[in-house]
């Protein structure tokens, strides 16, 4: 185990010190913190103003799951070089039966010494090892480097604080009636929590009891897998590739189960005289043959019915697996998520896509841009990112995206304490201390704080789409004890563009 791993791999490839106090951020909510950071009392599930407000000097790093996987995987191939068999919970966690290392090595400490060397003579990361029945009581036991006997897990997790449940609403009830231990969850009768706390609650009473178990998946290795197939003649229609189609999938279904393995990124590549065309699909949960031959069919038909479809016939269909795991590996998830509202709503979706075409069903992904409406754009529903996708990529002055943006800014007044109209003039400079802010068909409301403005100035080297203005930030009083944060637009007149957390 390496603790905070998602905070230690964002500052390895970020410029602070790797000791600085530092959090990740996902949606303006920390899911990382650094130990020097947490010494500060910032905390996992704080909005990021609080987290700020308790940490002044916090590093704020963007939450980068790829990035997390990528670094990790040095320190899986130092724990395998040991040790077969060896399934990743999450970048930072991973775990292994160790019933065979221990009898191979002599001991539970004789392993952990000889992975910590391993890993130490292979990468630079501190980790963690624990032993102990069930992979949540050996997380625990990573973290204080632990050996917890058979039979003994309840009573090694009875004192433990119940933030280790890593459910931030389930959390603060439970805080809230006084449960403040893992023990003190375990005393309870079990038909009261799951009167009480939901399914949540059932889930933190199996943890705290040591009775849910998660099974432990090896990783698959890495294996090329691919179904390659000839067209002759060369298919210029969907219609001459029908049959094609549902033969390529067969034969890649076989193939992926017949090691044991499920597909959950498929690459579809196609090869004309001279030309190469090709798209990668994400599953939900995995394809199978239906799906594949689905998704196949709409690439195919989108390639030669599009304005820009290819100068000659498809010669060559290939199918490639580029993301595979265990066939296995399909099971109740380490929280107890099953996840099965989910997977029949992408059915469903998948269902109205294929009755409307491909390009029919978009959903909202995140996207590289300075202004909030420029950080979200419509992809078709399971497209993979293209390549040279610029989401990631640096945008210095990017406005933080606020909570809510607004679909269309709305127009609203800003007046200083005479009722005068506040403006920005040509140089950027405001003209008085805004003091009250009028709503289309709403009570005017008082202006507590602002900050700003800061002037925007885009593509000043193209006449027609060069965009130029200026931000500013307010924080109004709606009602007595509630207060807002709202992010202004100013071009010749103020808009409204969406509010903070």
Same mark, same amino acid.
């Not at 002055?397 to 943006?405: F, L």
């Given at each position: 185990?390496?603790?905070?791993?998602?905070?230690?791999?964002?500052?390895?490839?970020?410029?602070?010190?790797?000791?600085?106090?530092?959090?990740v951020?996902?949606?303006?909510?920390?899911?990382?913190?650094?130990?020097?950071?947490?010494?500060?009392?910032?905390?996992?599930?704080?909005?990021?103003r609080?987290?700020?407000?308790?940490?002044?000097?916090?590093?704020?790093?963007?939450?980068?799951?790829?990035?997390?996987?990528?670094?990790?995987?040095?320190?899986?191939?130092?724990?395998?070089?040991?040790?077969?068999?060896?399934?990743?919970i999450?970048?930072?966690?991973?775990?292994?039966?160790?019933s065979?290392?221990?009898?191979?090595?002599?001991?539970?400490?004789?392993?952990?010494?000889?992975?910590?060397?391993?890993?130490?003579?292979?990468?630079?990361?501190?980790?963690?090892?624990?032993?102990?029945?069930?992979?949540?009581?050996?997380?625990?036991?990573?973290?204080?480097?632990?050996?917890?006997?058979p039979?003994?897990?309840?009573?090694?997790?009875?004192?433990?604080?119940?933030?280790?449940?890593?459910?931030?609403?389930?959390?603060?009830?439970?805080?809230?009636?006084?449960?403040?231990?893992?023990?003190?969850?375990?005393?309870?009768?079990?038909?009261?929590?799951?009167?009480?706390?939901?399914?949540?609650?059932?889930?933190?009473?199996?943890?705290?009891?040591?009775?849910?178990?998660?099974?432990?998946?090896?990783r698959?290795?890495?294996?090329?897998?691919?179904?390659?197939?000839?067209?002759?003649p060369?298919?210029?229609?969907?219609?001459?590739?029908?049959?094609?189609?549902?033969?390529?999938?067969e034969?890649?279904?076989?193939?992926?189960?017949?090691?044991?393995? $499920?597909?959950?990124? %498929?690459? @579809?590549? #196609?090869? /004309? !005289?001279?030309?190469?065309?090709?798209?990668?699909?994400r599953? *939900?949960?995995?394809?199978?043959?239906?799906?594949?031959?689905?998704?196949?069919?709409?690439?195919?038909?989108?390639?030669?019915?599009?304005?820009?479809?290819?100068?000659?016939?498809i010669?060559?269909?290939?199918?490639?697996?580029?993301?595979?795991?265990?066939?296995?590996?399909?099971?109740?998830?380490?929280?107890?998520?099953?996840?099965?509202?989910?997977?029949?709503?992408?059915?469903?979706?998948?269902? $109205?896509?294929?009755? %409307?075409? @491909?390009? #029919?069903v /978009? !959903?909202?992904?995140?996207?590289?841009?300075?202004?909030?409406? *420029?950080?979200?754009?419509?992809?078709?529903?399971?497209?993979?990112?293209?390549?040279?996708?610029?989401?990631?990529?640096?945008?210095?002055?990017?406005?933080?995206?606020?909570?809510?943006?607004?679909?269309?800014?709305?127009?609203?007044a800003?007046?200083?304490?005479?009722?005068?109209?506040v403006?920005?003039?040509?140089r950027?400079?405001?003209?008085?201390?805004?003091?009250?802010?009028?709503?289309?068909?709403?009570?005017?409301?008082?202006? @507590?704080?602002?900050?700003?403005?800061?002037?925007?100035?885009?593509n000043?080297?193209?006449?027609?789409e060069?965009?130029?203005?200026?931000?500013?930030?307010?924080v109004?009083?709606?009602?007595?004890?509630?207060?807002?944060?709202?992010?202004?637009?100013?071009?010749?007149?103020?808009?409204?563009?969406?509010?903070?957390?």
């Amino acid at each position: 185990m390496c603790p905070d791993w998602p905070v230690v791999a964002a500052l390895s490839e970020s410029d602070s010190a790797a000791a600085a106090p530092a959090a990740v951020m996902k949606g303006h909510r920390v899911v990382g913190v650094s130990v020097s950071a947490r010494s500060q009392g910032v905390q996992v599930g704080m909005r990021q103003r609080d987290a700020q407000a308790a940490c002044p000097e916090l590093v704020l790093l963007e939450h980068d799951p790829g990035r997390d996987t990528r670094l990790f995987e040095p320190i899986i191939a130092a724990v395998e070089d040991l040790i077969a068999g060896v399934a990743v919970i999450r970048p930072g966690l991973a775990v292994f039966a160790a019933s065979s290392p221990v009898r191979y090595f002599g001991s539970e400490d004789a392993v952990a010494e000889r992975l910590l060397d391993n890993i130490a003579a292979m990468t630079d990361v501190e980790a963690f090892v624990g032993f102990a029945e069930g992979i949540f009581a050996a997380a625990i036991a990573a973290i204080r480097q632990a050996t917890v006997p058979p039979g003994q897990t309840r009573a090694f997790l009875a004192d433990r604080d119940i933030a280790v449940l890593g459910m931030p609403q389930l959390i603060s009830v439970l805080r809230r009636c006084g449960i403040h231990t893992l023990g003190a969850i375990a005393t309870l009768p079990e038909q009261a929590v799951v009167t009480r706390f939901g399914a949540e609650g059932v889930v933190a009473y199996r943890l705290a009891t040591a009775a849910q178990e998660t099974q432990i998946v090896a990783r698959a290795p890495e294996t090329v897998l691919e179904v390659r197939m000839e067209l002759d003649p060369p298919a210029d229609r969907i219609q001459y590739a029908t049959a094609a189609i549902h033969t390529a999938a067969e034969r890649f279904h076989n193939q992926v189960h017949g090691r044991g393995l $499920v597909c959950t990124v %498929l690459r @579809i590549d #196609a090869t /004309t !005289t001279g030309e190469q065309l090709s798209r990668a699909w994400r599953a *939900d949960d995995v394809f199978n043959q239906g799906q594949v031959a689905t998704r196949l069919r709409w690439q195919l038909e989108a390639w030669l019915t599009s304005s820009t479809r290819p100068t000659a016939g498809i010669s060559v269909l290939a199918l490639l697996a580029e993301q595979v795991a265990p066939a296995s590996s399909r099971q109740l998830g380490l929280w107890g998520d099953t996840g099965d509202k989910h997977t029949r709503a992408a059915a469903a979706i998948d269902r $109205v896509q294929d009755l %409307l075409g @491909i390009a #029919a069903v /978009t !959903t909202a992904a995140p996207a590289g841009g300075r202004l909030p409406w *420029d950080q979200t754009r419509h992809v078709v529903w399971r497209d993979e990112p293209a390549a040279g996708d610029r989401t990631g990529a640096p945008w210095p002055d990017r406005v933080p995206a606020p909570i809510q943006t607004f679909l269309s800014p709305i127009p609203v007044a800003l007046r200083d304490c005479d009722g005068a109209e506040v403006q920005i003039s040509s140089r950027h400079l405001i003209s008085a201390a805004p003091s009250i802010l009028h709503r289309p068909n709403m009570p005017e409301v008082s202006i @507590i704080g602002w900050a700003g403005p800061w002037a925007m100035y885009e593509n000043w080297w193209e006449p027609t789409e060069n965009r130029h203005g200026a931000w500013a930030q307010i924080v109004v009083t709606d009602s007595p004890g509630v207060e807002s944060a709202l992010l202004l637009f100013y071009d010749r007149r103020w808009w409204l563009v969406g509010c903070y957390d």
